[in-house]
């Protein structure tokens, strides 16, 4: 569904009729076209935040900036299991009532970064879009929970400190924090509700291998799904949501599951008469630690609230909604389609889907490749695909020479060894703290004897071979999982996570 947004020099207020029910009353509509929301995030990114592993310290040292800044009414609503403060931020003194809640999963940080960028532009001034900050301050009362779980956050963990899914206690409140929010639901009694999270990045847009960016709910109230008014007002900002999202990241857009969850906080919220919007940050290749997405969650939800202090939301046709598709799960980070692998003895041609696995450290991580599928995946999609027809599985070997020094290795002098059919180089003097180091260097370093290459192609198995022609010419490397194209230049690699073994 194509929908009629308004598409203004800077910002105007302008009234139109409802382009979809004949005799509805006219409405007033507030729209930014893209060139402005992108200059708008721009100039009020939170610098501060630009990595997924930011932690609770970094997130506490903002909130003070912004309660001495005085346009937020800051308040400490509670702690952690753990010791940590949880808060809540308060701006608009109008009738319409809006929660917003980030990141009670730990490891799921993207809306919180875009919060911190709403705070900025909320404190800016005189820029031209002052109008939207008093429409805003006069119509709405929002309160914002920007993380829920630092416990979590600070092990990057999707769960709390006691190891409980905090989305699954809305029903019981058996954790502090669940408690918390349900004690603030209560005490706010909004009339919308924003759960804001991150899903894993390997959904896709059904019979596409478009990755999901931004995945949308409006959450069941009951086991049959029915649709009252409260659950069809969150179906029609989600609407105005996709027809943002398609000017940025067209067919990149799905729906969440929808089935009902008694335990979830999205489904009792929409039960307790707040209108309620999920929004899931997914995967954007090339954008690993989603600072696009953060952007896209910037605009809607922002654009959302506009829409909301106006009313405009009810312009749209809810029947949208279900225009969008539901996640497909078919994703995966390299499809290798057609590669000869099998024995000497035995032979065997077929499609191999690889994963990459992420393993926290502190503020980085280093990834894990590994061996997801094996078969005939013509229905799978990878990132970065590979139609291997007429080519074969090589394995990779060690480097004959051993290094004296991790500083010895320079990315050209690993990326010269890959290509000559080296996954591996052993480093012998290895200075204190280096063992278990990260690096990007596009080969394995090992401290040990020996390093395992990819013997044969095994589910579940290591990620490190070759793919040749059938005179053993070498044309990309999987290593850990990444797919490297050695016709490429160095400057064409993409930035590996690896770590010494």
């Known amino acids: 569904m194509k929908i009629a947004l308004l598409s203004l020099g800077l910002l105007a207020a302008t009234t139109c009729s409802n382009p979809f029910n004949s005799g509805s009353k006219a409405i007033t509509g507030m729209q930014l076209d893209t060139a402005k929301w992108n ?12 990595h997924r592993r930011f932690k609770h310290k970094d997130v506490d040292s903002l909130i003070q900036v912004h309660q001495g800044n005085k346009l937020f009414q800051v308040s400490q609503i509670g702690k952690s ?19 917003l809640w980030s990141q009670m999963h730990g490891d799921e940080p993207t809306a919180t970064m875009a919060l911190f960028d709403i705070f900025n532009f909320l404190e800016g001034k005189g820029d031209g879009y002052d109008s939207i900050r008093n429409l805003l301050h006069d119509k709405l009362n929002l309160h914002f929970i920007p993380m829920l779980n630092p416990d979590g956050a600070e092990r990057y963990m999707r769960r709390n400190a006691q190891s409980i899914d905090l989305n699954r206690d809305a029903r019981a409140g058996q954790t502090v924090e669940g408690a918390l929010l349900r004690s603030r639901a209560k005490a706010v009694n909004p009339r919308y509700g924003f759960n804001l999270h991150d899903q894993n990045i390997y959904y896709n847009v059904p019979g596409t291998k478009n990755p999901v960016s931004i995945s949308l709910l409006a959450p069941a109230f009951n086991t049959e799904r029915d649709i009252n008014d409260i659950r069809e007002g969150a179906m029609q900002i989600i609407v105005g949501m996709n027809g943002i999202l398609q000017k940025y990241i067209p067919d990149a857009v799905a729906k969440y599951d929808d089935t009902y969850t008694p335990r979830g906080f999205g489904d009792n919220f929409q039960s307790w008469d707040a209108s309620t ?30 829409q909301i202090a106006e009313g ?3 312009q749209y046709d809810a029947k949208g909604y279900e225009e969008i598709p539901f996640n497909a799960s078919q994703l995966h980070d390299v499809m290798i389609r057609g590669l000869e692998f099998g024995s000497d003895s035995i032979s065997l041609k077929s499609d191999i889907a690889i994963r990459r696995g992420e393993t926290t450290v502190d503020r980085d991580y280093f990834i894990r490749g590994r061996v997801e599928d094996i078969g005939d995946l013509q229905e799978s999609y990878g990132y970065d695909e590979v139609q291997a027809d007429g ?6 070997k060690i480097a004959p020479q051993p290094v004296d020094s991790l500083k010895n290795i320079t990315k050209e002098m690993a990326y010269d060894l890959l290509k000559k059919g080296y996954m591996g180089v052993q480093v012998k003097g290895l200075a204190a703290g280096q063992a278990n180091s990260l690096h990007n ?11 395992a290459t990819t013997p044969v192609i095994d589910l579940g198995g290591t990620a490190n071979f070759y793919i040749g022609d059938k005179a053993g010419n070498l044309k990309y490397a999987i290593l850990n999982g990444y797919l490297i194209d050695l016709s490429k230049p160095l400057s064409e690699i993409p930035e590996l996570k690896n770590r010494v073994q």
């Open 277 to 306: 919007v999920l929004i899931e940050s997914g995967g954007l290749k090339g954008d690993p630690e989603k600072q696009k997405i953060r952007k896209l969650n910037f605009i809607i939800i922002l654009n959302a609230l506009i």
């Open 391 to 396: 080519m074969k599985f090589i394995i990779g």
């Open 441 to 451: 260097l596009p080969i394995h370093v090992f401290a040990g004897n020996s390093f």
């Open 312 to 314: 405009s939301y009810e």
């Open 39 to 50: 200059a708008m995030h721009e100039q009020y990114k939170e610098q501060a935040l630009f």
């Open 81 to 99: 299991v753990e010791g940590r403060a949880i808060y809540e931020l308060e701006y608009g003194k109008g009738d319409k009532k809006v929660m």
